[in-house]
T-cell receptor, first 117, second 113 residues
Framework: AQSVSQHNHHVILSEAASLELGCNYSYGGTVNLFWYVQYPGQHLQLLLKYFSGDPLVKGIKGFEAEFIKSKFSFNLRKPSVQWSDTAEYFCAVNALYSGAGSYQLTFGKGTKLSVIP | EAGVTQFPSHSVIEKGQTVTLRCDPISGHDNLYWYRRVMGKEIKFLLHFVKESKQDESGMPNNRFLAERTGGTYSTLKVQPAELEDSGVYFC???????????FGDGTRLSIL
């Protein structure tokens, strides 16, 4: 079974600092990759996704992520964070062509980001 | 468009009781998923419906959990009887196609006393 590792449980940054959240997955086949964000009191929202093509993916609110197949990684980045980015961030994977379970998402444990004004 | 709706937002019941959670997917979405997050752990897949059929129920923890999607619209997840370890947040998600991004509801926080 596939697994997803998010390296940081809680990250605290000052506004304008750069952000990089690590994500590694274990499945060796074809994958779709996602980052979801959950702002306080809100539902999970899709931040960005990678299905195929350019491995550098741009999402909403200035976020981007880079898929590095050789490293099984999909790290999330933002050059300058804002207080409003305070949220919990989840990396997720689905393992295509793995039978009936191809479309279930496997999530990492999440990273809480606190941005200090 | 209206998002995925889950009801109730919070349920507190005693061990041994029955609880039914409901999910209304985005209109027109054939694919509906249930996930659960137990405190301190990752969000875990429970099952996947395509219309009214169970496509994948590999994540259902045991036979105390029963999911239905009669008519291929809304879905219910019943826990009977509830145990302490069932506490957590239950998320529902839907997607138009099976290889499309999933849209999540707010979740139902289930507390078993």
């Amino acid at each position: 079974a596939q697994s997803v590792s998010q390296h940081n449980h809680h990250v605290i940054l000052s506004e304008a600092a750069s952000l990089e959240l690590g994500c590694n997955y274990s499945y060796g086949g074809t994958v779709n990759l996602f980052w979801y964000v959950q702002y306080p009191g809100q539902h999970l929202q899709l931040l960005l996704k990678y299905f195929s093509g350019d491995p550098l993916v741009k999402g909403i609110k200035g976020f981007e992520a880079e898929f590095i197949k050789s490293k099984f990684s999909f790290n999330l980045r933002k050059p300058s964070v804002q207080w409003s980015d305070t949220a919990e961030y989840f990396c997720a994977v689905n393992a295509l062509y793995s039978g009936a379970g191809s479309y279930q998402l496997t999530f990492g444990k999440g990273t809480k980001l606190s941005v200090i004004p | 468009e209206a998002g995925v709706t889950q009801f109730p937002s919070h349920s507190v019941i005693e061990k041994g009781q029955t609880v039914t959670l409901r999910c209304d997917p985005i209109s027109g979405h054939d694919n509906l998923y249930w996930y659960r997050r137990v405190m301190g752990k990752e969000i875990k897949f429970l099952l996947h419906f395509v219309k009214e059929s169970k496509q994948d129920e590999s994540g259902m923890p045991n036979n105390r959990f029963l999911a239905e999607r009669t008519g291929g619209t809304y879905s219910t997840l019943k826990v009977q009887p509830a145990e302490l370890e069932d506490s957590g947040v239950y998320f529902c998600a839907s997607s138009h196609g099976d290889n499309q991004p999933q849209h999540f509801g707010d979740g139902t926080r289930l507390s078993i006393l």
